[in-house]
């Protein structure tokens, strides 16, 4: 499958019956399990890619190491794979258009952009530009713009409000769906699918509705964020501190269940 074929699946996966249920990698083992465990497509955590590599969320990440990473992931993959890549790494329209290729060049049909504290005017030309600069690569990049607003601390109608009017603006500026993190409240969230207009991507989180009732409330797309990441490296933490504290390397064992050969996986 070309990437401008995934890119078209990709889209689609967004427009049902069913909805999307993402999970977030962080590299390609990760991201390989998860295919394998049944993703329809896969995306990346940008905090969870930040922590693998030594570094802080927050647009923190050097632009080389999160392409490679990438790259990297989608090499084994052959679902399509979206990138969160928080803020875009930069407020320079230009350097912005410069990371977009990368991604694109690194084998993604999709991206997160989020506007963290920004002006809601500034992310809106970032978006575009994001959806020119992949335009120009070739590929029809579905480009997820993220509201942080309830992540901020943003409540009641002032809140649904804004959160509505800057959906519009992304949107205006080439958006192919929102992402709106945070609310987990189903009148809230039914509220925000019903008053968007581009499919609603929320993210799963303790107390968050099921997939089904998501769907139910309108959603298209829910997202896992860091939670595999965390289960994954808390399962480790656990396993390791009982190794050190006894020297039984059967505690490794028993932290987990039973993995896939990898090895077979990836030959």
Known sequence: MSQQDRAATFAGLHAGPDILVLPNCWDAASAALMQDAGAKAVATSSAAVAWAHGYADGDKLPTPILIQALGEIARVLSVPLTADIEGGYSDDLDELARTIVGVVDAGCVGINLEDGGREPDLHARKVAAAVEAAKGAGVALFVNARIDLYLRGGEGEAALVEALRRARLYADAGAAGI????????????????????????????????????????????????????????????????????????????????LANLNTRFA
């Open 179 to 258: 992402f709106v993190p945070g609310p987990v409240d189903e009148t809230l969230i039914g509220a925000l699918a019903a008053g968007i207009d581009l499919p609603t991507n929320v993210m799963g989180r303790p107390g968050a509705p099921t997939a089904a009732r998501l769907q139910a409330l309108g959603v298209r797309r829910v997202s896992s964020a860091t939670a595999p990441f965390r289960a994954a490296y808390a399962a480790m933490d656990a396993g390791v501190k009982a190794y050190l504290a006894s020297g039984d390397s059967s505690t490794l064992a028993l932290a987990g269940a039973p």
